[in-house]
């Protein structure tokens, strides 16, 4: 199939962006990678009478670190991530998780924005903003305003976005030295999309978990803070045990729906073999 007939213009500023999604009025949408987008469009999933390409915004793109924070701009290519210093200093989360996300082709031209504005619940970059304590920049004509990661989610492919408005940049705050991060997905071939995923910020003592949070994706309608399974891993020592209290933690944050193809009760075992395999892991480097 093809998409439907659509306008497309190339803005020449943020301001210029902006005014001409104002005027449109619902009617447009932006254009960064187009990776998820023409998918979309071809298989007439949706048919915006206008497309707003902001690719060539530089207002959008730039890193810069400051005040605690690696600011990364919304254009910021998924394969950009895995070759920015300042990333590999300061959020090893990204390096990690980024390798997932499709295949080379796709990091090439697939943008940061355009993951967390298009907010497909199985997607890695979402739920590392989330586990991270992001905050998005958000931009329009009325200005901009600042939204954190884990408000923007709202569920299944819909965000915080309101019509006119663009994610102008997200600011991650640098993860502290001695904090541990672990990242891992199950998918049924590399660079699909995952069945089950879990990005992890945590700190141990003495080899135990003092503080870890969980998000886990592709489990839910968006990415999924675990707050009990969080708090019930917080003074264990690495490998868990096999204890019914973890395995009823683990289903108090997911309930995970059966869906084609595969049981809810599978997905919640695929999480739960994830998350010991990544607290595992954590503990394991944390030791050498
Ligand atoms: C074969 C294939 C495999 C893939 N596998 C994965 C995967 O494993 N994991 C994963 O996470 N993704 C995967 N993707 C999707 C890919 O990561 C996309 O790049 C990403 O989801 C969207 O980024 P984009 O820049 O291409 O956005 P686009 O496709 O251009 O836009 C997507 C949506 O976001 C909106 N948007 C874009 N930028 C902004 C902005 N700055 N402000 C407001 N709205 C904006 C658009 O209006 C549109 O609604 C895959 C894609 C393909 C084709």
Redesign the pocket.
Known sequence: MKARNFRYIRPVSLAHAYQVLADAGGEA???????????GLNMRLSAPKLLVD?GDLQE?RGQSHANGAVRLG?LTR?GELLSSDLVRKHLPLLIKAAP???HVA?RN???L???L??A?PA???PACAVALGATLVLGSLAGEREVKAEDFFKGLFDTD?QTGE??VAVKFPVTPAGTSVGFAELSRRH???ALAGLAVVATLQDERISEARLVFFGCADRPKVATTVSGAVKGMRPPLPDTSAFEQAMRQDLAPDDTPGLRGDTRLHMATVLTRRVLNDLSERAAA
Do not use: N
Request: hydrophobic share 50%.
């Open positions: 949408v932006a254009i960064a990678g187009g990776q998820s987008l023409l998918a902001i959008l919304a998924h997932y996300i499709g796709i031209r697939g943008t924005g355009g993951s504005a298009y497909d997607a890695e970059l976005l663009l994610i660079g699909d999309f």
